[in-house]
């Protein structure tokens, strides 16, 4: 299977502890983004790369939370000092630019994330 | 700023019927994409079609057809002959061409289910 693949699928968490989830986008896929979701909600915009470069970072995103695509391929998202709020599902979407204005985002599974 | 705007949380359509998805938007882009992403209770996310906003006909993909409105700013999903597998979650989404096509905002969603 050459889709996108999220890592942990699921993970439970006291309050107060680091988590991390790794995305390992389509290959040739240039774009890579984050997404999380609540229950009933829809993909709530987190953050986006480009290659290596992260072009933008959500105004929601609290200084806990940090993402990084080193190479421009894995990306990792990083959320310090967990809180019950930051319980939901994060999901990992790509696609490649070839023409601008088209490309669908090809999402992977999700890990949801449980705080305790 | 982008928005989107699904007012119908839930909507009951019996089996063999069609039924309408609406969608609004907001944007000062000239040019932009809409989108329609299908979420059934298993969590992935799976793409349904797309509208470019220069486009002059609404596009269809098999039973999915997307009545574009762009004086109206809207971008209703019609769904033809509903079967039980379509009872899901429905997502329209949509990016501007002002950040380079980046950011993909998604509206809240309308649980569709479809009855016998």
């Known amino acids: 299977d050459t889709g996108v693949s999220q890592d942990p699928r699921h993970k439970i968490t006291k309050r107060g502890q680091n988590v991390t989830f790794r995305c390992d986008p389509i290959?040739?896929?240039?774009?890579l983004y984050w997404y999380r979701q609540t229950l009933g909600q829809g993909p709530e915009f987190l953050t986006y790369f480009q290659n290596e470069a992260q072009l933008e970072k959500s105004r929601l995103l609290s200084d806990r939370f940090s993402a990084e695509r080193p190479k421009g391929s894995f990306s990792t998202l990083e959320i310090q000092r967990t809180e019950q709020g930051d319980s939901a599902m994060y999901l990992c979407?790509?696609?490649?630019?070839?023409?601008?204005?088209?490309?669908?985002?090809?999402f992977g599974e999700g890990s949801r994330l449980t705080v305790l | 700023a982008q928005k989107i705007t699904q007012t119908q949380p839930g909507m009951f359509v019996q089996e063999k019927e069609a039924v309408t998805l609406d969608c609004t938007y907001d944007?000062?882009?000239?040019?932009?994409?809409l989108f329609w992403y299908k979420q059934p209770s298993s969590g992935e996310m799976i793409f349904l079609i797309y509208?470019?906003?220069?486009?002059?006909q609404n596009a269809t993909e098999g039973r999915y057809s997307l009545n574009f409105q762009k004086a109206r700013k809207s971008a209703n999903l019609v769904i033809s002959a509903s079967q039980l597998g379509d009872s899901a979650m429905y997502f329209c989404a949509m990016r501007g061409s002002t950040d380079s096509w980046g950011k993909f905002q998604f509206g809240a969603g309308t649980q569709v289910v479809v009855t016998p």
């Open positions: 290959s040739e896929h240039n774009r």
């Open positions: 979407a790509s696609y490649k630019i070839s023409r601008a204005e088209l490309g669908e985002l090809f």
């Open positions: 509208q470019g906003s220069y486009d002059e």
């Open positions: 944007t000062s882009d000239q040019s932009y994409g």
